[in-house]
């Protein structure tokens, strides 16, 4: 889900050393490169970034390193931990800084200009990851130093950091002959492009296409922020007098839910989900063959039988069969409750005296109609409890209460757009890092929500603290006026700052073993546990004020809350498992075969039963996570995976005597989760969080679905 997101800097150059900010002794003249000083132990100079300094910033920092791997690998001496692993790691400082802008402004400042530069560069950056992965006699003394692990007398986490290096080379086909290198350089570079150029056509589409309402007959059912939110992008976009509803998440889903001109659904529903499938020179559906062909290749050159048992291998699940699995077990209650769902809609529908079948533009508006009169409770009743400004101050204070943070904001330091504000985050009168937060919508900048690490944390070459960002894609209201947000909405500020928390909590001496680098389908899970403290008493009486009044959440609404908590998990499981499910297939499918993303599509929905009043979460043609970058390629299902995390771990807070504010619980969370990075493997971090390995069980009563025996 867009919403749950965690994207990494620059995907093109994971395999790199995760390297930090310790000393460096270059101080070129391209700002881009130079080591970053100034206050709170040192800022990304954004007030200097240019487009055009890119391409010679890497030319420097290609070089440098270069240069530092080539004195690695001239060593007479035996190879050994500090001479390879440690210098390795302390290698691409430069390369580093450069990534972390590059990141920055290609998915939040990406104007025509930046994506020119993007488009040039990235491929430059697959080249150079091949070339360091495929330099033979690097790889040879690395795998020395891996084969003596054992002896060496390495402490764990050193041993940690040999085996996550050498196995970042060899899945990388660092022991390949000479032609499938070759090869393989050859499909990394054209990937690179291939991204690029997919999430260059899905932007272009939510900025290219939008719903015009012109007149108040368009609005009715819109609540008043949903006008004002309209009416400023209207203005903004030179249509003044009219309103506009942007072809983004956070913008087309609220006119779904509360709109009440059917025909208007229909049309802005059909302008979301076609995003990328236009028939036009924005369309990506031969982008998309073209990707799963060469991941197909890239997988036999790799010695795996799909691209999917490839990415698989690398994380939790170690196979497609277990992620397969574990959606399969959830998919068909998920189903059984989309059924009753559609006929409580159905029945709402039909006293209105509506003769149609549920479309799936009808779902979330009908949804909310069935919320309301079973429950009482409307989402327009809560919306003005959630102000943006007062759950960003929640967020901060429940940090503070389970990890003893502080949030002070700070304004001498540079951003990349007058939107973005920056705090410092301190513990125990100490230096925790900096949280960059960055919350409109804005032309150039991807939609959704995510987090973004622009400095990890080491104690590796002095002591480094993290700077870690959140990026959302709220709609400004009118100036002076607070922005109200949906229950969804806040729930999703928790989770990415739960991917935060996650990098700022790190305690790790090497980079590449810190923060959120962990395996895939273990990274949402402290996000998805963050979400957790949204509902929790303290946080609701303290920051769901009513933005007129200031009077906190009344608690019959909270309680009116609570008791939904389970409603239209039918519809939200079905459209994420439907992403995931294709995803896996897709890749499962791929080999040997050229795939039509979109026929695929609907063989697919067919295949597993998808009810007809739901379409993926995310069509192929705008499917980001797995199209734009290898992020969540063939490993979509993470979420679900976490999830089943999540819920047990949950359960564990809510069995203690604190519930969800429990010390001792909050402790064992940031010892066994929290600061440890990927110094162990996530399945023994989890077992030391709970005593035991994960159950399915709570999952399953999380979202009020039956609960498997034994499970």
């Known amino acids: 889900m867009k919403r749950r997101s965690f994207l990494a800097a620059a995907s093109a150059t994971v395999l790199m050393p995760a390297i930090s900010e310790a000393a460096d002794p270059a101080t070129p003249a391209n700002p881009l490169l130079a080591p970053w000083t100034g206050p709170h132990g040192g800022v990304p100079p954004f007030d200097k970034v240019k487009p055009d300094l890119f391409a010679s910033a890497y030319d420097v920092a290609m070089a440098e390193q270069r240069q530092k791997l080539f004195a690695l690998t001239a060593k007479r001496s035996a190879p050994s931990f500090e001479s390879i692993i440690a210098e390795y790691e302390d290698s691409g400082r430069a390369m580093s800084r450069v990534n972390g802008l590059f990141g920055v402004f290609t998915s939040t400042m990406n104007d025509a200009v930046m994506q020119k530069v993007e488009a040039a560069t990235t491929p430059r950056l697959a080249a150079f990851t091949d070339e360091i992965i495929q330099n033979e006699q690097l790889f040879a003394r690395i795998k020395a130093v891996y084969d003596a692990r054992e002896t060496a007398g390495l402490t764990p986490e050193q041993k940690r950091l040999t085996w996550v290096t050498y196995n970042n080379f060899a899945r990388q086909g660092a022991a390949l002959d000479g032609v499938k290198k070759a090869r393989l350089g050859q499909i990394n570079q054209a990937l690179a492009g291939l991204y690029t150029k997919f999430s260059q056509n899905e932007l272009a589409d939510e900025e290219g296409y939008s719903l015009v309402l012109e007149s108040q007959a368009d609005l009715v059912g819109l609540p008043d922020s949903i006008r004002a939110g309209a009416a400023a992008a209207a203005e903004e976009k030179g249509q003044k007098g009219k309103w506009l509803i942007t072809n983004t998440r956070s913008s087309m889903e609220p006119f779904l839910v509360y709109s009440d001109r059917r025909d208007l659904r229909e049309k802005g529903w059909k302008l979301w989900i076609s995003r990328g499938d236009n028939g036009d020179a924005h369309d990506n559906k031969a982008v998309i063959t073209e990707i799963l062909k060469l991941r197909a290749e890239k997988a036999q050159l790799l010695g795996f039988p799909s691209y999917a048992h490839w990415i698989t291998a690398d994380n939790m699940a170690k196979t497609p069969d277990a992620a397969m699995d574990l959606m399969t077990q959830v998919w068909k209650p998920a189903v059984a409750r989309v059924h009753e769902e559609v006929a409580d809609m159905q029945k709402v529908a039909a006293a209105e005296g509506a003769t149609f079948k549920i479309a799936p ?336 069980g709570a999952l399953m009563r999380n979202r009020g679905f039956p609960v498997p025996p034994g499970a």
């Open 361 to 696: 533009w009808d779902y979330r508006h009908y949804a909310e109609k069935v919320r309301k009169a079973r429950y009482d409770l409307d989402q327009n009743a809560v919306k003005p409890y959630l102000q943006l400004e007062k759950l960003r101050e929640a967020i901060h204070w429940a940090a503070g209460q389970l990890y003893g943070f502080t949030f002070t904001q700070i304004t001498d330091v540079p951003v990349c757009h007058p939107d973005v504000r920056v705090w410092e985050v301190t513990g125990s009168g100490q230096r925790v890092g900096l949280w960059y937060f960055d919350p409109y919508a804005r032309a150039g900048k991807q939609s959704g929500a995510w987090m973004s690490e622009y400095r990890t944390q080491e104690t590796f070459r002095g002591v480094v603290t993290p700077i870690v960002s959140n990026n959302c894609n709220f709609v400004k209201g009118q100036p002076g006026e607070p922005v109200l947000i949906s229950w969804d909405d806040a729930v999703t500020l928790f989770h990415e700052f739960g991917h935060a928390l996650h990098g700022l909590n790190s305690d790790v001496s090497y980079p590449t073993l810190a923060g959120t680098n962990v395996a895939r389908d273990f990274v949402e899970f402290p996000s998805q546990l963050n979400e957790h403290w949204l509902p929790t008493k303290p946080v609701l009486e303290r920051f769901a004020v009513h933005y007129q009044t200031g009077k906190p959440i009344p608690a019959e609404l909270v309680a009116k809350i609570e008791k939904a908590h389970t409603f239209n998990q039918g519809f939200s499981t079905v459209e994420y498992l439907s992403s995931a499910i294709y995803d896996m297939k897709i890749h499962l499918a791929a080999q040997g075969q050229v795939i039509d993303p979109e026929a695929f599509e609907t063989a697919t929905m067919a295949q597993i039963g998808m009810p007809s009043e739901i379409v993926m979460r995310h069509r192929p043609t705008h499917f980001g996570h797995i199209f734009s970058g290898d992020g969540y390629s063939a490993g979509y299902y993470d979420y679900i995976w976490a999830d089943t995390l999540t819920a047990d771990a949950a359960e564990a807070f809510a069995e203690a005597p604190g519930g969800f504010y429990d010390k001792a619980v909050a402790k064992r969370l940031h010892d066994d989760i929290m600061s440890v990075g990927n110094t162990l493997d996530a399945g023994e971090a989890f077992r030391r969080f709970r005593g035991r390995d994960v159950k399915i």
